[in-house]
């Protein structure tokens, strides 16, 4: 089992659209994913697939309500999901035993979103996983937000997978300057695109409701890397990146 946090230094980035989208991406290549929401204060997952109330989830289980496999949903793709409530009667479950939760979760790979920022739940996650994802954007606050996280999750022993460089238009850092800054190399690039706001509007995953979006060849070419696959990556439909274009090889 491999569990990968996928965490950032501020709000804002896109670290749960990245971390659905990715699941649903390794999904695509044949992975058993289950895809953990452990923001216990501002959880989206559910709310980002249409899902929003929830009956048993992970704080029923962190609680000793259920079981693990209790908890689980799936989402139309074969994407396993552990989701978090959003009741506000539950704001105050302790997440300590996140990392056995997890481990008893039968997937090839779990990726375990993360809350913004370094509250305690993101400790939590830490505790949790074995490897971290970084996400952030091209300005210079997220970077230096990133580079914070790089260095808790050095400190907690995680193996740092790269940085995915999300909501990327052109403008602001490019990823050879965020990588001189951070010391760790973007190995994701996903483009600011339409389809992700479609996506959300119909709540869904844009890798599963637009698979050729430049959005989601840019999640499967992401996970592709990850599990050492070969993506033959089709023809961008939108895209006018140069920087994308270069990073995904085209």
């Known amino acids: 089992m491999r569990v990968i946090g996928i965490i950032s230094g501020k709000g804002g980035v896109g670290k749960t659209t990245t971390s659905v989208n990715l699941g649903g991406a390794l999904n695509y290549f044949g992975e058993d994913v289950t895809v953990v929401d452990a923001n216990f204060t501002a959880p989206d997952i559910s709310v980002l697939l249409g899902f929003p109330k929830l009956g048993l989830n992970l704080k029923s289980v962190l609680s000793g309500k259920c079981g693990v496999n209790d908890a689980l949903y799936a989402h139309s793709s074969g994407t396993k999901l552990l989701p978090t409530s959003l009741s506000l009667a539950e704001l105050n479950i302790d997440g300590s035993n996140l990392s056995n939760v997890v481990r008893r979760l039968d997937s090839e790979i779990v990726l375990v979103d993360s809350c913004a920022g370094f509250e305690k739940d993101f400790f939590h996650v830490l505790n949790a996983v074995d490897e971290v994802l970084i996400v952030c954007n091209s300005d210079l606050l997220s970077a230096t937000n990133a580079l914070k996280a790089v260095n808790l999750a050095k400190q907690y022993g995680k193996k740092v997978l790269g940085l995915v460089l999300n ?76 920087d994308f274009l270069r990073f995904i090889g085209l």
């Open 167 to 242: 909501r990327y238009d052109g403008t602001g850092m490019s990823a050879k300057a965020i990588e001189n800054l951070i010391g760790v190399n973007v190995i994701g690039l996903v483009p600011e695109d339409q389809y992700i706001k479609k996506a959300l509007d119909e709540k869904d995953m844009v890798v599963y409701l637009e698979p050729e979006a430049d959005a989601s060849i840019a999640f499967k070419k992401l996970a592709a890397d990850l599990i050492g696959r070969d993506y033959k990556i089709p023809e961008v439909k939108n895209s006018r990146l140069g």
